[in-house]
């Protein structure tokens, strides 16, 4: 009888830790995704540690704004709910339905990406089938409607990823002062380092997480500012620790450029044995996987929105969106897999860049006019909003730059 009420206690204890920190961990799963995972690998062999320092000075800038999603998000007002108010509904139509498009795009490299770690952990020989075996997994997440549901079962496999990157970490030999080097900023004038900054800084702060916050108050029931802001801190945090395990990781082991699903983990299997090549897949498709479901939560809040529905996890309009992108999703990725010579690393690698281009500095502003309209910031906090504000558009302009080379050398 003993056991029997440990058990339900324990139950209770781990459903109650999704209560407070699912969310966040559904924020950590968007940000960590395909394109987080290479494009830190490639920091890592590129730059050893000099970069570390950025992934901080990220989460502080993530933080801060969450800081401003989360005071919309204990109001229940909407960001799209502002944007519609301030450029009018036609606009707002044409504007949601363009951003969930681009949106998508994480979902297609995602997807992909998730569909090369199936084919190479299963007897399955093809990629194309098995990505479009991972939408299909995808829409039947997604059809269990119940939010907390989902946020359990995408907070396990955020779990698992960062499990399956602590077993590696602890399994290589990291040379601490290099390390503590590394998290002292250093400013560098050159573009490749500069642009790779911004890159970073662009990956932590990932917009459709802010769509989703300042929509989840019917779900999540949080009263206060407080709540939300220890359930994203949680998650945010833990996607900076999984980054900066990925690039320590690779700074330490990976000789050369990151090409393929699996040259990341090469060194670590001449290193550690044959069985570091299957923890890193398995993190890198559970990543990749919650990554491209969880980021269309966005879009399934944001396009109803725009058309006046007010519109909760799961119901009809939502479930309606996210099942047709990431159908859409599978459309775009089998193609651009079967007929040209874009591998999913390459998509993971150059389409978040797509994506973030162009929604972040968006987002970020509507979320600075948004707060001056709900509440009333004190002059520091309009220094640091603006700041942050400008930092985003930065963001976006030299990541333009950086990413139509990229595709030039690619295409």
């Known amino acids: 009888m003993n056991n029997v009420q440990w058990t339900d206690d324990s139950y209770r204890y781990v459903w109650n830790l999704f209560r407070s920190y699912g969310m966040g961990l559904i924020f950590a799963a968007n940000i960590f995704g395909a394109g987080s995972i290479y494009i830190l690998s490639s920091v890592g062999v590129s730059f050893r540690f000099t970069l570390l320092w950025v992934l901080p000075l990220s989460l502080g800038v993530g933080l801060v704004v969450h800081e401003m999603s989360a005071r919309l998000a204990v109001l229940d007002q909407p960001l799209m709910g502002y944007i519609r108010d301030v450029i009018g509904s036609p606009a707002a139509k044409a504007f949601a339905v363009f951003i969930a498009f681009i949106m998508h795009l994480w979902s297609v490299a995602n997807y992909a990406l998730t569909g090369a770690a199936l084919a190479f952990l299963t007897p399955l020989d093809s990629v194309v089938i098995a990505t479009v075996l991972s939408g299909a997994a995808g829409i039947t997440l997604i059809e269990l409607r119940v939010y907390q549901r989902i946020e359990a079962v995408i907070a396990t496999l955020v779990l698992v990823v960062f499990g ?81 395990a990925v690039l320590i990781v690779a700074a330490i082991t990976v000789p050369s450029g990151v090409v393929s699903l699996v040259d990341p983990a090469r060194p670590l299997v001449e290193e550690l044995g044959s069985w570091a090549l299957t923890v890193f897949i398995v993190g890198a498709g559970a990543a990749s ?28 309009p939502f479930r309606i969106v996210v099942n047709g992108l990431i159908v859409l999703s599978l459309l775009l990725a089998v193609p651009i897999l079967t007929f040209t010579d874009f591998s999913a690393v390459q998509l993971a690698l150059v389409v978040p860049a797509v994506n973030g281009v162009i929604g972040l500095p968006v987002t970020v502003l509507a979320l600075y006019g948004a707060m001056h309209r709900y509440y009333n910031p004190t002059w520091i906090e309009n220094v640091i909003f603006i700041g942050i504000v400008i930092l985003m558009f930065l963001v976006a302009l030299l990541t333009a730059t950086s990413l139509a080379e990229t595709i030039r050398m690619l295409v």
Do not use: C
């Open 289 to 316: 996987f919650s990554s491209a479901t969880g980021t269309l939560f966005g879009a399934g809040f944001m396009v109803p929105q725009a058309f006046g529905n007010d519109t909760a996890f799961g119901d009809r």
């Open 164 to 244: 399956s990157y602590l077993v590696i970490f602890l399994g290589i030999d990291i040379p601490v002062a290099d390390v503590a080097r590394g998290l002292v900023p250093a400013v560098r004038t050159k573009m490749g380092p500069l642009t790779m900054i911004i890159a970073l800084v662009g990956t932590t702060i990932y917009y459709p997480n802010f769509f989703i916050q300042t929509s989840m108050h019917q779900a999540k029931e949080f009263d206060t500012v407080s709540q939300y802001r220890r359930d994203h801190t949680v998650g945010l945090v833990a996607a900076v620790l999984m980054s900066m």
